[in-house]
């Protein structure tokens, strides 16, 4: 097996390491290909995203890396892409993704803006309690049922290379004290979007940053999801959403057999000549 992962962040957002410092983590680690994906900029303030006057120098720093290590790994440029109805989407682009070998588009923001902030679906339980009172009345079925209508929207509407962390919304989910991952209305607001996920050829990342960090005891997505979307035959990956180099492979090996495990056969690699596939 080839290892590759293209969820990385680094000192650009909210990683905590430079890019080289991640590239040399990613060799020790036998890496065939490293893709940088620091969180794209916000036209508003924010900790984690990267500022929009780094964006040029963030590209120019990578593809001169690409040349420095090409004999050692292979590297890609790219970005994960927020998707904010009416912020960002298909009509409202700030900067120029065209530079990019590859997107990945991830859901972390819900709420209505005109109604007050946004708010992130990883924050604490009690924050996204608040927000859910605020902009869902309270009911977390709706609020949740957003959260993958907005993956819907985002994989018809702006179509990106990789769908990050699917069900990131069950990242406070303890003891179902959101929902239950197993009641058919869930599994009716995933498989919605997993169609569109499918029908806008998108790879499905398994991301494994939520257990190697101690967030969540499954990976993104969990077992019931995975089950569905080898059932749909969309492609998928192994990323580990990595903000830390001791993460850079994290939980790989556990995420191989569970694929296996749950039948699937192959992972997809990306290249800069295009998608091709290899045997799990």
């Not at 989910?173 to 959101?178: A, G, V």
């Not at 492979?249 to 569970?258: L, P, Q, R």
């Amino acid at each position: 097996m080839k290892k590759t992962n293209y969820h990385t962040h680094s000192i650009y957002s909210d990683g905590k390491f430079n890019l080289k410092e991640n590239i040399e983590s990613a060799i020790s680690n036998n890496l065939h290909i490293l893709g940088f994906s620091d969180h794209c900029p916000l036209p508003f303030d924010s900790s984690w995203a990267m500022k929009l006057n780094d964006y040029d120098t963030y590209i120019n720093e990578i593809n001169e890396l690409k040349i420095q290590y090409q004999e050692k790994i292979k590297i890609l440029a790219g970005l994960e892409l927020d998707y904010i109805p009416e912020i960002i989407d298909e009509n409202n682009k700030f900067f120029d993704t065209e530079k990019l070998d590859y997107v990945i588009g991830s859901i972390h923001l819900l709420g209505d803006p005109s109604n007050g902030e946004l708010w992130s679906v990883d924050h604490s339980f009690d924050k996204i309690k608040n927000g859910c009172e605020r902009d869902y009345q309270g009911n977390f079925r709706t609020m949740v049922e957003d959260y993958y209508r907005r993956i819907l929207l985002m994989a018809e509407n702006t179509k990106p290379d990789i769908i990050g962390h699917l069900d990131l919304v069950k990242i406070r989910n303890t003891n179902n004290r959101i929902f239950n991952e197993n009641e058919s209305w869930y599994l009716d607001a995933v498989y919605n979007a997993l169609i569109s996920v499918k029908a806008n050829d998108c790879i499905v990342e398994i991301n494994t940053g939520g257990v190697s960090r101690g967030y969540t005891d499954s990976f993104y997505p969990s077992d019931i999801i995975l089950k569905i979307i080898n059932e749909l035959k969309i492609p998928v990956m192994i990323n580990s959403d990595a903000h830390r180099i001791e993460h850079i492979c994290g939980k790989f090996e556990e995420a191989f057999e569970k694929l296996k495990l749950l039948g699937f056969t192959e992972l997809v690699v990306i290249d800069i000549n295009g998608r091709n596939f290899q045997k799990l």
